[in-house]
C-alpha cells in the first residue's frame, strides 16, 4: 500500500451520473448509467493498490465509491467536510449563470447557500488531514464536480471556466494528485 517513491497518490472520483429528478442533493442516486460506471469504477482500480477509500456523505458519491471498496474487501470513510457546495434555498438565476458568478467570485452567493471560498476552505481542511494519515499511500476520494473544482483551483488557480464546464460535464471524472511530504507536486485527468 505504501509507494515506494514517497509519494501520496491521491485519486478524485467524481461521481458517476446521478438522477438529478430527484431533488434533494444528499439523497440523489446515481442513474442506470451510473451504477454501470461505478462498477466499471472498481475494475478499473482493481490492480492498484489502495490504502483508504474516503467520500462525501452525499448518496451519489458513496454510491460511485461502494463498487470499488467492496471489490478490495474495505470500507468507505464518510468524511462531511468532503460534501458539495449547499445549494441557496431560492435560486433566481439559472444554474449555469449561478455557477459562472461563483466562479468568478468564490464569495458569492445567492441567498443563504454556500460560497465557494468555504466549500473551498473545507474540503482542503479535509484533504490535508488525509494526507497527514496517509502519508505515502494510494488513496481514493468519492467527490463531486464544484468541490474537485474548488480543491484544483486552490493548487492551480488559472483554471479557468473552459475547464470547469469540461470536468462538471463528465462523470464520473477521475483526476489523479500527487504530494511530496504534504506539498502539492502535479495533477493529471486520467479518466
Not at 23 to 44: F, H, I, M, N, Y
Amino acid at each position: 500500500m505504501d509507494n515506494k517513491n514517497n509519494l501520496t497518490y491521491i485519486y478524485f472520483i467524481r461521481h458517476a451520473e446521478s438522477d438529478y429528478s430527484v431533488k434533494d442533493s444528499k439523497a440523489r442516486p446515481l442513474t442506470e448509467q451510473g451504477v454501470k460506471d461505478a462498477q466499471e469504477l472498481a475494475a478499473r482500480f482493481a490492480d492498484i493498490p489502495v490504502a483508504e477509500i474516503y467520500s462525501s456523505p452525499y448518496k451519489r458519491a458513496v454510491d460511485t465509491m461502494t463498487p470499488i471498496a467492496d471489490t478490495k474487501g474495505m470500507s468507505t470513510t464518510i468524511v462531511d467536510d468532503l460534501r458539495e457546495r449547499e445549494s441557496d434555498s431560492v435560486q433566481t438565476i439559472s444554474t449555469p449563470e449561478l455557477i459562472r458568478k461563483q466562479w468568478n467570485d468564490f464569495t458569492y452567493t445567492l441567498s443563504d447557500g454556500e460560497n465557494y471560498k468555504s466549500v473551498q476552505e473545507r474540503n482542503i481542511k479535509a484533504l490535508q488531514t488525509i494526507i497527514g494519515d496517509n502519508k505515502n499511500k494510494t488513496i481514493l476520494i468519492g467527490t463531486h464536480g464544484i468541490a474537485l473544482c474548488t480543491i484544483i483551483h486552490y493548487f492551480r488557480p488559472s483554471i479557468d471556466e473552459v475547464e470547469l464546464a469540461y470536468i462538471l460535464k463528465k462523470m464520473p471524472y477521475l483526476l489523479l494528485m500527487k504530494f511530496s511530504d504534504g506539498e502539492f507536486q502535479s495533477m493529471e485527468e486520467v479518466m
